[in-house]
């Protein structure tokens, strides 16, 4: 309370005075927590048990599935929300969180987290464009956000490439390409990260990353030939090769990939939108992400630990673990809403993810 006081007098912040505030109040959470709960200091200890609890979690359930104990409609939610965990495991090796001294450890963590998560790319070049995007977020050069369709106006082909960071690399990959090099050119950016973006594109996906969405394409395409002659009661069936190889296929879908697919539309669909695009100043966090924490979210936060209330929280202070961020959101929330950050702004889905309303919006 001292400080709404000390703040909303009559004079009027600029967003860098706004940022401050939220970030000292911020951090002060964290202090004030970790000096509440000594058990927090096990940082290391705390990562790495979330990491082996979630992998023992879809193990077991995979077996179980394997032995006709767990029903499909049961097992792919299940999956997900374990994923969602290592998701931010991810999120949080990427920022060094956890056995930083340890670099067996960290990158064996590292590892644990994409063979689990494997339809995305490596961590270890998903963390060069990530630190990108806390530099520069919001603005064309911010690859990570654009290649899960942040930006673009909702239409068919941003649903579809929402989760398939494939088929939209393919679909957008010459527009993006187009203004990194406009960027570079412009001196906006620099040479050398373009050339990390050129090794992002070219091995991100090495070595399994690829083989699965083509897994993923060739089970749907082998469902839809099916289903296809079922509607013209044609009598087909696939040649017996490729039904031999549908026996490992289907339950590689069911236990990894579908449940990796089902999570990435949802935590996509909920960073594409709580991040703003376009007319972002380039460094106002103030202008860089909303809050989305309506009831109706839920469904989807349910399968990305909440990133839509508090994704935003970790643009003004990055060095802290997801499970704290969560634990103190409500006195993040708080200080972020006197500031004005915005919360639940829908508009932003009209406006193809601009801050402001442009009356001419020009969107490639
Ligand atoms: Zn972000
Ligand atoms: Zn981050």
Redesign the pocket.
């Known amino acids: 309370m001292e400080m709404v006081s000390k703040y909303n007098s009559s004079f009027v912040l600029n967003d860098e005075q706004r940022t401050k505030i939220i970030r000292k109040e911020v951090q002060q959470s964290y202090k004030d927590i970790r000096a509440k709960y000594s058990i927090l200091k096990h940082q290391n200890a705390i990562g790495f048990f979330i990491f082996a609890f979630s992998i023992s979690m879809i193990v077991l359930s995979g077996v179980g599935y394997l032995q006709h104990n767990i029903s499909i409609f049961l097992l792919i939610p299940w999956v997900a929300f374990w994923t969602s965990l290592l998701h931010e495991l991810e ?1 949080d090796l ?2 060094f969180m956890y056995f930083k001294k340890n670099k067996f450890i960290h990158n064996l963590m590292m590892l644990g987290v994409w063979v689990f998560r494997p339809m995305t790319i490596s961590p270890w070049l998903r963390r060069e464009i ?2 990108h ?2 530099r520069v977020s919001g603005t064309k050069t911010d690859i990570e956000e654009r290649g899960v369709t942040n930006g673009e106006r909702w239409s068919f082909k941003r649903f579809i490439t929402v989760a398939d960071v494939l088929l939209g690399g393919v679909l957008r990959g010459a527009l993006i390409r187009r203004d990194v090099i406009a960027a570079v050119q412009s001196g906006e950016l620099s040479r050398e990260q373009a050339l990390v973006f050129k090794k992002v594109k070219v091995y991100g996906m090495m070595p399994f990353t690829i083989v699965l969405y083509l897994i993923w394409y060739f089970f749907l395409a082998h469902y839809a030939i099916h289903f296809g002659a079922m509607l013209l009661q044609l009598d087909y069936s696939s040649p017996a090769f490729i039904q031999a190889q549908m026996y490992w296929i289907n339950p590689l879908v069911a236990i990894l990939i579908a449940p990796n697919f089902f999570r990435m539309f949802c935590l996509h669909f909920i960073t594409s939108n709580m991040h703003y695009f376009g007319d972002v100043e380039s460094g106002n966090v103030m202008q860089q992400t909303q809050v989305l924490d309506k009831w109706y979210f839920l469904p989807m936060q349910l399968f990305c630990f909440n990133f839509g209330s508090t994704h935003a929280i ?2 003004f202070v ?1 060095n802290e673990t997801f499970y704290i961020r969560q634990l103190t959101a409500s006195r993040a929330h708080q200080v972020m809403k006197e500031q004005g950050v915005r919360f639940n702004d829908l508009g932003s889905f009209r406006r193809a993810n601009r801050f402001y309303e442009h009356p001419q919006l020009e969107i490639a």
Do not use: G, L, S
């Open positions: 999120h990427i920022h990530h630190f995007h806390h970790h643009h990055v």
